[in-house]
Protein backbone atom coordinates (compact mmCIF):
# COMPACT_ATOMS: atom_id res chain seq x y z
CA UNK A 1 0.00 0.00 0.00
CA UNK A 2 1.61 3.38 -1.00
CA UNK A 3 3.22 5.62 1.82
CA UNK A 4 0.71 8.72 0.39
CA UNK A 5 -2.82 7.41 2.23
CA UNK A 6 -0.32 8.30 5.14
CA UNK A 7 0.07 11.46 4.61
CA UNK A 8 -2.25 14.55 5.57
CA UNK A 9 -3.11 16.90 2.76
CA UNK A 10 -2.53 20.55 4.16
CA UNK A 11 -5.66 22.94 4.32
CA UNK A 12 -4.05 25.71 6.00
CA UNK A 13 -3.76 29.29 4.51
CA UNK A 14 -6.35 27.42 1.24
CA UNK A 15 -9.44 28.83 1.51
CA UNK A 16 -10.46 25.40 1.89
CA UNK A 17 -14.63 24.85 3.24
CA UNK A 18 -14.05 22.08 5.13
CA UNK A 19 -11.23 23.20 7.30
CA UNK A 20 -12.62 26.90 7.63
CA UNK A 21 -16.89 25.77 7.85
CA UNK A 22 -16.55 22.16 9.26
CA UNK A 23 -13.81 21.89 11.51
CA UNK A 24 -13.84 23.42 14.80
CA UNK A 25 -10.22 25.67 14.89
CA UNK A 26 -9.42 23.65 18.17
CA UNK A 27 -9.47 20.19 16.83
CA UNK A 28 -7.30 21.76 13.72
CA UNK A 29 -4.88 23.63 15.76
CA UNK A 30 -4.61 19.89 18.22
CA UNK A 31 -3.35 18.55 15.19
CA UNK A 32 -6.39 16.25 14.58
CA UNK A 33 -7.99 15.31 11.41
CA UNK A 34 -11.54 16.28 10.64
CA UNK A 35 -14.38 13.35 9.93
CA UNK A 36 -16.62 16.12 8.34
CA UNK A 37 -16.84 16.49 5.03
CA UNK A 38 -16.29 13.89 2.10
CA UNK A 39 -12.88 15.27 0.87
CA UNK A 40 -9.83 13.25 1.29
CA UNK A 41 -7.37 13.68 4.22
CA UNK A 42 -4.63 12.52 2.06
CA UNK A 43 -3.53 14.18 -1.53
CA UNK A 44 -5.29 12.72 -4.37
CA UNK A 45 -3.75 10.31 -6.76
CA UNK A 46 -0.05 10.91 -8.37
CA UNK A 47 -1.84 10.56 -12.20
CA UNK A 48 -3.90 13.29 -11.29
CA UNK A 49 -1.15 15.81 -9.40
CA UNK A 50 0.85 14.86 -12.42
CA UNK A 51 -0.91 16.15 -15.07
CA UNK A 52 -2.63 19.22 -13.79
CA UNK A 53 1.66 19.93 -12.87
CA UNK A 54 2.16 19.21 -16.92
CA UNK A 55 -0.39 21.34 -17.68
CA UNK A 56 -0.02 24.24 -15.56
CA UNK A 57 4.00 24.10 -16.56
CA UNK A 58 3.07 24.16 -20.33
CA UNK A 59 1.33 27.58 -19.93
CA UNK A 60 -1.58 26.94 -21.80
CA UNK A 61 -4.94 28.31 -19.89
CA UNK A 62 -7.28 28.85 -22.90
CA UNK A 63 -10.73 27.85 -24.00
CA UNK A 64 -10.88 24.30 -23.92
CA UNK A 65 -13.49 21.75 -25.32
CA UNK A 66 -13.52 18.00 -25.30
CA UNK A 67 -12.06 16.51 -27.87
CA UNK A 68 -11.23 13.02 -28.69
CA UNK A 69 -8.43 11.91 -26.19
CA UNK A 70 -11.20 13.54 -24.22
CA UNK A 71 -13.56 11.37 -25.18
CA UNK A 72 -11.24 8.61 -25.15
CA UNK A 73 -10.35 9.02 -21.49
CA UNK A 74 -13.87 9.02 -20.31
CA UNK A 75 -15.11 5.75 -22.39
CA UNK A 76 -12.07 3.68 -21.30
CA UNK A 77 -12.65 4.36 -17.70
CA UNK A 78 -16.51 3.43 -17.86
CA UNK A 79 -15.58 0.36 -19.91
CA UNK A 80 -13.21 -0.49 -16.84
CA UNK A 81 -14.65 0.71 -13.78
CA UNK A 82 -18.14 0.51 -14.79
CA UNK A 83 -18.13 -2.70 -17.23
CA UNK A 84 -20.48 -0.34 -19.36
CA UNK A 85 -19.73 0.59 -23.17
CA UNK A 86 -21.00 4.02 -24.27
CA UNK A 87 -20.95 6.10 -27.24
CA UNK A 88 -19.13 9.64 -26.99
CA UNK A 89 -21.97 11.57 -28.13
CA UNK A 90 -23.66 10.27 -25.09
CA UNK A 91 -20.85 12.12 -22.81
CA UNK A 92 -21.98 15.78 -22.30
CA UNK A 93 -19.45 18.22 -20.34
CA UNK A 94 -21.16 20.01 -17.67
CA UNK A 95 -20.11 22.55 -14.89
CA UNK A 96 -19.83 19.90 -12.19
CA UNK A 97 -22.51 17.54 -10.75
CA UNK A 98 -25.57 20.07 -9.23
CA UNK A 99 -24.64 22.41 -11.94
CA UNK A 100 -26.13 19.41 -14.28
CA UNK A 101 -28.81 18.57 -11.44
CA UNK A 102 -29.82 22.45 -11.73
CA UNK A 103 -30.01 22.21 -15.76
CA UNK A 104 -32.22 19.39 -15.45
CA UNK A 105 -34.79 20.99 -12.77
CA UNK A 106 -34.76 23.57 -15.01
CA UNK A 107 -35.38 21.49 -18.26
CA UNK A 108 -37.60 19.38 -16.82
CA UNK A 109 -40.33 20.83 -14.57
CA UNK A 110 -41.59 24.35 -14.21
CA UNK A 111 -41.68 27.08 -10.93
CA UNK A 112 -43.95 25.60 -8.24
CA UNK A 113 -43.63 21.66 -9.49
CA UNK A 114 -41.61 19.36 -7.16
CA UNK A 115 -38.43 17.15 -7.33
CA UNK A 116 -38.20 14.02 -5.49
CA UNK A 117 -35.32 12.86 -3.83
CA UNK A 118 -34.44 9.97 -1.40
CA UNK A 119 -33.98 9.88 2.23
CA UNK A 120 -31.38 9.83 3.69
CA UNK A 121 -29.91 11.44 0.71
CA UNK A 122 -27.70 14.47 -0.25
CA UNK A 123 -29.22 17.51 0.57
CA UNK A 124 -28.30 19.33 -2.19
CA UNK A 125 -30.75 18.30 -4.36
CA UNK A 126 -33.56 20.03 -2.53
CA UNK A 127 -31.42 23.14 -2.08
CA UNK A 128 -30.92 23.32 -5.75
CA UNK A 129 -35.26 22.72 -6.24
CA UNK A 130 -35.62 25.51 -3.54
CA UNK A 131 -33.21 28.11 -5.09
CA UNK A 132 -35.11 27.73 -8.62
CA UNK A 133 -38.83 27.36 -7.01
CA UNK A 134 -39.67 23.90 -7.04
CA UNK A 135 -40.61 21.94 -4.02
CA UNK A 136 -39.29 18.27 -3.03
CA UNK A 137 -40.99 15.69 -1.92
CA UNK A 138 -38.95 13.18 0.27
CA UNK A 139 -39.23 8.91 -0.47
CA UNK A 140 -37.77 7.04 2.27
CA UNK A 141 -35.06 4.50 2.22
CA UNK A 142 -35.78 1.22 4.08
CA UNK A 143 -33.18 -0.29 6.83
CA UNK A 144 -30.70 -1.46 4.65
CA UNK A 145 -30.69 1.51 2.41
CA UNK A 146 -32.74 0.47 -0.57
CA UNK A 147 -35.82 2.48 -2.16
CA UNK A 148 -38.86 2.36 -0.71
CA UNK A 149 -40.71 1.70 -4.63
CA UNK A 150 -44.69 1.82 -3.35
CA UNK A 151 -43.81 5.05 -1.42
CA UNK A 152 -41.93 6.11 -5.32
CA UNK A 153 -44.61 4.97 -7.19
CA UNK A 154 -46.97 7.29 -4.73
CA UNK A 155 -44.87 10.63 -5.55
CA UNK A 156 -44.30 10.07 -9.22
CA UNK A 157 -48.45 9.74 -9.18
CA UNK A 158 -48.60 13.45 -8.01
CA UNK A 159 -49.77 15.70 -10.94
CA UNK A 160 -46.87 18.31 -9.77
CA UNK A 161 -43.59 15.68 -9.18
CA UNK A 162 -42.07 15.58 -12.75
CA UNK A 163 -38.18 14.62 -12.05
CA UNK A 164 -36.75 12.06 -9.22
CA UNK A 165 -32.64 12.97 -8.35
CA UNK A 166 -30.90 10.83 -6.16
CA UNK A 167 -27.37 9.42 -5.79
CA UNK A 168 -25.94 5.71 -6.43
CA UNK A 169 -23.99 5.04 -4.07
CA UNK A 170 -26.11 6.94 -1.62
CA UNK A 171 -24.64 9.81 0.05
CA UNK A 172 -24.82 9.13 3.33
CA UNK A 173 -25.71 5.66 3.50
CA UNK A 174 -22.93 4.25 1.16
CA UNK A 175 -25.18 1.54 -0.54
CA UNK A 176 -25.86 0.84 -3.76
CA UNK A 177 -28.89 0.48 -5.40
CA UNK A 178 -28.56 -2.32 -7.89
CA UNK A 179 -29.72 -2.72 -11.32
CA UNK A 180 -32.90 -4.35 -11.23
CA UNK A 181 -34.12 -1.96 -8.92
CA UNK A 182 -33.14 0.71 -11.17
CA UNK A 183 -34.82 -0.95 -14.22
CA UNK A 184 -38.04 -0.85 -11.53
CA UNK A 185 -37.68 3.07 -10.65
CA UNK A 186 -37.19 3.82 -14.87
CA UNK A 187 -40.08 1.33 -15.47
CA UNK A 188 -42.31 3.84 -12.71
CA UNK A 189 -41.08 6.83 -14.45
CA UNK A 190 -41.50 5.78 -17.90
CA UNK A 191 -45.41 5.06 -16.48
CA UNK A 192 -45.66 8.32 -15.26
CA UNK A 193 -44.38 10.74 -17.78
CA UNK A 194 -40.95 11.82 -14.99
CA UNK A 195 -37.52 12.09 -15.48
CA UNK A 196 -34.72 10.84 -13.41
CA UNK A 197 -31.32 11.78 -12.79
CA UNK A 198 -28.60 9.51 -11.56
CA UNK A 199 -25.92 11.34 -9.06
CA UNK A 200 -23.19 8.55 -9.58
CA UNK A 201 -20.42 10.80 -8.40
CA UNK A 202 -19.35 8.24 -5.81
CA UNK A 203 -19.79 5.10 -8.71
CA UNK A 204 -16.51 4.27 -8.98
CA UNK A 205 -15.59 4.05 -5.01
CA UNK A 206 -17.84 0.46 -4.60
CA UNK A 207 -16.23 -2.55 -3.78
CA UNK A 208 -19.69 -4.75 -2.79
CA UNK A 209 -22.15 -5.89 -4.93
CA UNK A 210 -20.83 -3.39 -8.16
CA UNK A 211 -19.75 -2.19 -10.21
CA UNK A 212 -22.12 0.83 -9.64
CA UNK A 213 -24.91 0.06 -12.50
CA UNK A 214 -25.19 3.52 -15.24
CA UNK A 215 -28.68 4.14 -15.06
CA UNK A 216 -28.11 5.55 -19.14
CA UNK A 217 -27.18 1.95 -20.18
CA UNK A 218 -30.05 0.49 -18.11
CA UNK A 219 -32.40 3.32 -19.84
CA UNK A 220 -34.58 2.73 -22.70
CA UNK A 221 -33.87 5.14 -25.94
CA UNK A 222 -37.05 7.24 -25.27
CA UNK A 223 -36.45 7.52 -21.41
CA UNK A 224 -36.34 10.77 -19.69
CA UNK A 225 -32.70 9.44 -17.65
CA UNK A 226 -29.48 10.65 -16.88
CA UNK A 227 -26.66 9.98 -15.35
CA UNK A 228 -24.13 12.13 -13.62
CA UNK A 229 -20.51 11.13 -13.32
CA UNK A 230 -17.19 13.02 -11.97
CA UNK A 231 -13.62 13.34 -10.48
CA UNK A 232 -14.91 15.10 -7.99
CA UNK A 233 -15.31 11.75 -5.65
CA UNK A 234 -12.85 9.17 -6.95
CA UNK A 235 -10.06 11.75 -6.63
CA UNK A 236 -11.24 14.48 -4.17
CA UNK A 237 -11.59 17.13 -6.35
CA UNK A 238 -14.93 18.54 -5.40
CA UNK A 239 -14.04 21.99 -5.61
CA UNK A 240 -13.02 21.76 -9.24
CA UNK A 241 -16.10 22.25 -10.74
CA UNK A 242 -16.40 19.69 -13.90
CA UNK A 243 -18.42 16.90 -14.37
CA UNK A 244 -20.26 14.83 -17.64
CA UNK A 245 -23.78 13.65 -17.88
CA UNK A 246 -24.71 11.05 -19.82
CA UNK A 247 -27.46 11.00 -21.87
CA UNK A 248 -29.07 8.10 -24.19
CA UNK A 249 -32.02 9.39 -25.23
CA UNK A 250 -30.83 11.87 -28.25
CA UNK A 251 -33.80 14.46 -27.98
CA UNK A 252 -33.18 14.96 -24.44
CA UNK A 253 -29.41 15.09 -25.09
CA UNK A 254 -30.21 17.87 -27.45
CA UNK A 255 -32.90 19.67 -25.01
CA UNK A 256 -30.16 19.50 -22.02
CA UNK A 257 -27.11 20.54 -24.37
CA UNK A 258 -29.31 23.83 -25.12
CA UNK A 259 -29.97 23.98 -21.66
CA UNK A 260 -26.28 23.70 -20.28
CA UNK A 261 -25.46 25.85 -22.44
CA UNK A 262 -28.21 28.93 -21.70
CA UNK A 263 -27.11 28.42 -17.89
CA UNK A 264 -23.55 29.55 -19.23
CA UNK A 265 -21.80 26.34 -19.96
CA UNK A 266 -19.04 28.09 -21.69
CA UNK A 267 -15.65 25.58 -21.78
CA UNK A 268 -14.28 23.15 -20.01
CA UNK A 269 -11.41 24.75 -16.90
CA UNK A 270 -8.11 23.62 -18.86
CA UNK A 271 -6.96 21.85 -15.41
CA UNK A 272 -10.16 19.99 -14.91
CA UNK A 273 -9.38 18.67 -18.69
CA UNK A 274 -5.53 17.85 -17.34
CA UNK A 275 -6.88 16.13 -14.27
CA UNK A 276 -9.41 13.63 -16.40
CA UNK A 277 -6.61 12.62 -18.88
CA UNK A 278 -4.42 12.01 -15.70
CA UNK A 279 -7.54 10.13 -13.18
CA UNK A 280 -9.02 8.02 -16.18
CA UNK A 281 -5.79 6.37 -17.54
CA UNK A 282 -4.40 2.90 -16.47
CA UNK A 283 -2.42 4.96 -13.06
CA UNK A 284 -5.35 6.36 -12.11
CA UNK A 285 -6.97 3.07 -12.27
CA UNK A 286 -4.21 1.18 -9.97
CA UNK A 287 -4.64 4.06 -7.51
CA UNK A 288 -8.42 3.88 -6.95
CA UNK A 289 -8.01 -0.21 -6.12
CA UNK A 290 -5.19 0.96 -4.01
CA UNK A 291 -7.76 3.95 -2.37
CA UNK A 292 -10.93 1.48 -1.79
CA UNK A 293 -8.69 -0.97 -0.21
CA UNK A 294 -8.22 1.90 2.45
CA UNK A 295 -11.78 3.13 2.67
CA UNK A 296 -12.36 -0.54 3.24
CA UNK A 297 -9.89 -0.81 6.51
CA UNK A 298 -11.10 2.40 7.75
CA UNK A 299 -14.50 1.18 7.49
CA UNK A 300 -13.93 -2.12 9.24
CA UNK A 301 -12.35 -0.27 12.24
CA UNK A 302 -14.79 1.87 13.29
CA UNK A 303 -16.99 -1.31 12.88
CA UNK A 304 -14.63 -2.86 14.94
CA UNK A 305 -14.00 0.46 17.25
CA UNK A 306 -18.33 0.88 17.51
CA UNK A 307 -18.37 -3.11 18.95
CA UNK A 308 -15.48 -2.87 21.50
CA UNK A 309 -16.56 1.23 22.97
CA UNK A 310 -20.21 1.70 22.08
CA UNK A 311 -22.41 -1.03 21.40
CA UNK A 312 -25.16 0.96 21.67
CA UNK A 313 -24.24 2.23 17.74
CA UNK A 314 -25.78 1.16 15.21
CA UNK A 315 -24.67 1.38 11.52
CA UNK A 316 -24.64 0.36 8.13
CA UNK A 317 -21.41 -1.32 6.64
CA UNK A 318 -21.03 1.17 3.60
CA UNK A 319 -20.95 -1.32 -0.01
CA UNK A 320 -18.78 1.66 -1.51
CA UNK A 321 -18.48 5.62 -1.12
CA UNK A 322 -15.98 7.27 1.98
CA UNK A 323 -19.15 8.04 3.95
CA UNK A 324 -20.07 5.62 6.95
CA UNK A 325 -23.69 6.31 8.15
CA UNK A 326 -24.02 5.30 12.47
CA UNK A 327 -26.49 5.80 14.86
CA UNK A 328 -25.51 7.52 17.89
CA UNK A 329 -28.80 7.70 19.40
CA UNK A 330 -27.90 5.36 21.97
CA UNK A 331 -25.74 7.54 24.19
CA UNK A 332 -28.93 9.39 25.22
CA UNK A 333 -27.82 12.98 24.16
CA UNK A 334 -29.83 15.06 21.69
CA UNK A 335 -28.02 15.96 18.97
CA UNK A 336 -26.88 19.67 20.07
CA UNK A 337 -25.23 17.90 23.25
CA UNK A 338 -24.09 15.08 21.29
CA UNK A 339 -22.08 16.89 18.61
CA UNK A 340 -20.61 19.16 21.61
CA UNK A 341 -19.52 16.06 23.45
CA UNK A 342 -18.04 15.06 20.45
CA UNK A 343 -16.13 18.21 19.26
CA UNK A 344 -14.97 19.93 22.65
CA UNK A 345 -14.35 16.82 24.49
CA UNK A 346 -13.14 13.88 21.78
CA UNK A 347 -11.88 16.27 19.59
CA UNK A 348 -14.22 14.40 17.06
CA UNK A 349 -16.19 16.51 14.35
CA UNK A 350 -18.24 14.95 11.75
CA UNK A 351 -21.68 15.80 9.89
CA UNK A 352 -25.09 15.84 11.71
CA UNK A 353 -26.98 13.02 10.22
CA UNK A 354 -30.26 15.79 10.19
CA UNK A 355 -28.68 17.63 7.37
CA UNK A 356 -29.16 14.34 5.38
CA UNK A 357 -32.47 13.74 6.93
CA UNK A 358 -31.63 11.83 9.34
CA UNK A 359 -32.95 10.93 12.69
CA UNK A 360 -32.13 12.25 15.83
CA UNK A 361 -28.31 10.86 17.01
CA UNK A 362 -27.30 10.16 13.15
CA UNK A 363 -24.10 11.24 11.52
CA UNK A 364 -21.85 10.72 8.83
CA UNK A 365 -18.87 10.28 9.41
CA UNK A 366 -15.88 10.34 6.12
CA UNK A 367 -13.42 7.41 6.54
CA UNK A 368 -10.98 9.08 3.63
CA UNK A 369 -8.50 9.60 6.45
CA UNK A 370 -4.78 8.41 6.51
CA UNK A 371 -5.29 5.00 8.96
CA UNK A 372 -2.20 6.39 11.44
CA UNK A 373 -4.18 9.42 12.38
CA UNK A 374 -7.66 7.24 12.38
CA UNK A 375 -5.96 5.28 15.12
CA UNK A 376 -4.83 8.71 16.87
CA UNK A 377 -8.48 10.24 16.86
CA UNK A 378 -10.64 6.63 17.95
CA UNK A 379 -8.07 6.95 21.03
CA UNK A 380 -9.18 10.15 22.16
CA UNK A 381 -12.49 9.29 20.95
CA UNK A 382 -12.48 5.93 23.23
CA UNK A 383 -11.04 7.76 26.40
CA UNK A 384 -14.07 10.70 26.19
CA UNK A 385 -16.17 8.32 25.70
CA UNK A 386 -14.97 6.13 29.10
CA UNK A 387 -14.78 9.47 31.05
CA UNK A 388 -18.56 10.24 30.40
CA UNK A 389 -20.39 7.46 29.65
CA UNK A 390 -17.79 4.67 31.22
CA UNK A 391 -19.90 3.87 34.42
CA UNK A 392 -23.32 4.03 33.16
CA UNK A 393 -21.56 1.17 30.47
CA UNK A 394 -20.34 -0.93 33.19
CA UNK A 395 -24.11 -0.74 35.00
CA UNK A 396 -25.57 -1.58 31.65
Known sequence: MSNAFETRVDRRDRGNLKALAFTPAHIREAGYVSFAGAEFEFPTAPAVIEAVQAAAGNGLFGYTVADAPYFDAVRWWLARVRQAEVPADWICPVQGTIFAVATAIRLLTRPGESVAVFTPGYNRYEQAAARLGRGTVRVPLDGAGQPDLAALAAALERPDCRLLVFSNPNNPTGQLIPAGTLREILRLARRRGAAVVSDEIFADVVWAGGPTPLLAALAEEGDAALSLISLGKTFSLTGVNHADALIRNPVLRARFLRQRDADHFGSI????????????SPAGLRWLEELKTVIWRNDQRFLDFFAAHLPSARALRPMGTYVLWADLSGLGLADEA?????REEA??????????????????????VPPGELEKSLAVLAAALERRFGKEREQS
Open 347 to 368: YFCCDPGQEFYGGPGTVRICTA
Open 269 to 280: DPLAYAALRGGY
Open 338 to 342: LHRFL
